[in-house]
């Protein structure tokens, strides 16, 4: 089989071949204990039942008033769902499991050094914690409903404190990656209008202790330069009382949380009511263009859809251990670490580091030790763990029942030793591709109904029904073959409600290519067009080729090409910059930028050292290009435009197709015979 997709940059190319791959069934033991064990749940979310089916979802979380409308059509496709309802999403998180669960852990922080205590937070402690945090944002920082306040917290549990505590108050969180640079962080500062900022000192990864609060003061910066005034930076101290960054604190501006926290000890702040509509949270990811894209998620649609797909697709019961292996500063740790498993009352483990550090038995060691049930990674992590401690699993004794992937395409290979060794065949694998835009699992198999197969994410999760479009709107047919672009044809309670600040960008990036009518009201008439590339087998499954558009997913964090490129514009020599994905074993894909220089400079290795130092610079440490290659020209199509689709061909020994139409064929074989004689 081929995949040939349409768009011209599409990364869809790269992957071609493959086979089907033969099912796997999930354990009886696992189908026993199951939270969705009757296949009647497939009719109870069929078309038929749309959109209703979700107030099966819905009826998890506690309102204080029920909706009056499940889904509102009405200013397509700005869709509303539950309109009408109020809750607050931290009483649903916190609040109402006290009466049954006060002692129970919340949150289990594993720190990097072993010899740190890992650090368990029952409901009770995060009720009191949460409480204190919020009255400092309302008291002290004075933020009210609606305000949005920037996070930049690395994984400790100060950063659900801090999220729990602005959703208490319906403050708008944006929490950027930690490994983000402080520009980065700066940019998303302005973008969102905040005006206080909240980081740490410092955290651990990989045995060293990382001057994080230096990031800050280039953050302020640079929101500065961007017309943000920030006025107050709330650190947290990572070791209580000791102050580790090198950089000085600013008078008037910077505090320490923990000497600020002494004055409201024992506070209690009343949850917010907030609309089912009201903002939840912004996260930001990249797109087509350099200015990043605040994704604004809802309040009663998310936590709904977050809490449904937790229970039946994570399948998390109250007395779980569960340990999503994942970042919080991505959407998978705010939906699957943080809002979904505490909405439904279970023990949610996270950790600090790195899961090859100190060793590669770390992960399993933490998995023995807390006696963790479901363990939900990332496959750049599976292919880490499996390069590089291959047999470890088989030296500790944990037993998982449940395992998810998330992120990126997994190899089957790396499936199966994910199935056998890491899982020791004991556990289900769901596979869950969704994005940031989305708030929740778009495809999966429902674990106990539908049997896994390697590669394959799975069909259309309960109540989304996913499509394969051609480049003209033609439905492509299960089993033909055939890639093309997975749309969704329905609104569903998760998706996020629209760029922050930029609506003309949500309606065309997302639903203008498939729209049918403009004018029109109808759901029908409105698919959500996911910017990957997929190919559908004739049992429904589907198999996720990549972006079909100017960005690259490297180990499962998705950088946008403009905004590599503005980065390594930013260094004076640099006249033309081209950023493409290259196959990488570990990363699924790596950056590889192409630079060529203005007239006169010449070239080096410290311009492609500078070229690489901007990008981390501007974006962060993940961007950092796997190569920097400086050329006479780049490919360019006679208009005058950069072929990336070429480069990137050439970058991965591949046919870059017909070139003759090209302003200047000729580089085509210059950057071939530089690149094979190079790598
Ligand atoms: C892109 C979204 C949402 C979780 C973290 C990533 C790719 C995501 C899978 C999967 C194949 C996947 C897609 C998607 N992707 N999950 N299971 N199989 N590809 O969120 O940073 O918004 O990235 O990641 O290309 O569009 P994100």
Redesign the pocket.
């Known amino acids: 089989m081929t995949a040939a997709s349409g768009s011209p940059d599409s990364e869809a190319q790269i992957s071609v071949h493959w086979r089907e791959e033969d099912y796997y069934q999930p354990p009886a033991r696992f189908i026993a204990q199951a939270n969705a064990a009757d296949p009647d749940i497939f009719r109870r979310f069929d078309e038929a039942h749309f959109p209703d089916c979700f107030k099966e979802y819905a009826e998890l979380l506690s309102w204080d008033a029920y909706w009056h409308t499940t889904l509102d059509t009405g200013n397509a496709p700005f869709w509303k769902w539950f309109v009408g309802g109020w809750l607050n999403a931290c009483y649903n998180c916190v609040d109402r499991h006290l009466a049954a669960d006060r002692n129970k852990a919340a949150l289990i922080w594993v720190p990097e050094p072993e010899a740190e205590d890992t650090r368990t937070i029952t409901y009770q402690e995060l009720y009191r914690q949460v409480n204190e945090f919020a009255a400092v944002l309302r008291d002290f920082c004075g933020l009210r409903t609606g305000d949005r306040v920037t996070f930049h917290l690395p994984m400790v549990p100060e950063l659900p404190v801090a999220m729990l505590a602005c959703a208490r108050l319906g403050v708008i969180h944006s929490e950027v990656f930690g490994g983000f640079s402080g520009v980065a962080c700066g940019e998303r500062i302005a973008d969102s209008g905040s005006r206080v900022l909240v980081t740490m000192d410092g955290y651990y990864r990989n045995g060293r202790l990382v001057d994080h609060k230096a990031k800050a003061d280039e953050a302020v910066r640079a929101a500065n330069e961007l017309g943000q005034q920030v006025d107050r930076v709330l650190v947290w101290r990572r070791h209580p009382g000791r102050y580790t960054s090198q950089t000085a604190m600013v008078d008037d501006r910077d505090c320490f949380v923990d000497e600020v926290l002494a004055e409201h000890r024992g506070a209690v702040v009343e949850p917010v009511s907030m609309p089912s509509e009201a903002p939840l949270f912004l996260m930001y990811?990249s797109g087509t263009t350099a200015r990043p894209k605040g994704c604004q998620h809802s309040t009663g649609g998310y936590l709904t859809y977050v809490a449904g797909t937790s229970k039946y697709y994570q399948d998390i019961h109250p007395e779980d251990t569960y340990w999503c292996c994942a970042d919080i500063g991505?959407?998978?740790g705010h939906s699957y670490i943080v809002y979904g498993p505490l909405a439904l009352g279970t023990t949610s483990v996270i950790y600090e580091g790195a899961p090859t550090y100190p060793d590669t038995g770390r992960v399993w060691r933490i998995a023995e030790r807390l006696g963790v049930g479901i363990f939900h990674t990332a496959p750049t992590t599976i292919r880490m763990l499996r390069k590089l401690g291959p047999d470890e699993p088989g030296k500790y004794d944990y037993h998982f029942r449940h395992m998810t992937?998330?992120?990126?395409?997994?190899e089957p290979e790396v499936w199966r030793w994910y199935h056998d060794v890491a899982g020791k065949g004991e556990a289900v694998v769901v596979?869950?591709?969704?994005?940031?835009?989305?708030g929740g699992f778009l495809g999966s198999t429902l674990p106990a109904l539908q049997p896994m197969k390697p590669g394959s994410?799975g069909p259309g999760v309960l109540g989304v029904f996913p499509v394969i479009y051609d480049e003209d709107g033609n439905t492509v047919e299960a089993g033909s073959g055939k890639a093309g672009n997975i749309c969704i044809r329905n609104p569903w309670p998760g998706i996020f409600q629209t760029i922050w600040g930029q609506p003309e960008r949500f309606l065309q990036i997302y639903y203008q290519k498939y729209c049918r009518d403009p004018a029109s009201t109808d759901w029908r008439d409105w698919p959500y067009f996911?910017?990957?590339g997929a190919v559908q087998a004739a049992d429904g499954y589907f198999r996720?080729l990549?972006?079909v558009d100017d960005v690259i997913?490297v180990a499962?964090?998705?950088l946008g090409t403009k905004e590599l490129e503005s980065a390594a514009l930013t260094v004076e020599e640099v006249a033309e910059a081209a950023a493409v994905p290259v196959v990488d074993e570990l990363r699924g894909r790596a950056v590889e930028m192409y630079v060529a220089l203005k007239p006169g400079r010449d070239a080096g290795e410290e311009i492609e050292d500078s070229v690489a130092r901007a990008i981390e610079r501007e974006i962060g440490k993940i961007a950092r290009p796997k190569n920097v290659w400086i050329v006479g020209d780049m490919p360019k199509t006679r208009s005058g435009k950069i072929m990336r689709r070429v480069i990137a061909g050439i970058s991965n020994f591949a046919d870059v197709g017909d070139v003759s139409t090209l302003a200047n064929p000729e580089v085509v074989e210059e950057i071939r015979h530089r690149i094979q004689r190079e790598k």
């Open positions: 990811t991505w959407i998978t992937t998330v992120g990126e395409p997994i596979d869950t591709w969704w994005q940031t835009e989305n994410c996911a910017g990957d996720i990549g972006r997913n499962g964090h998705r």
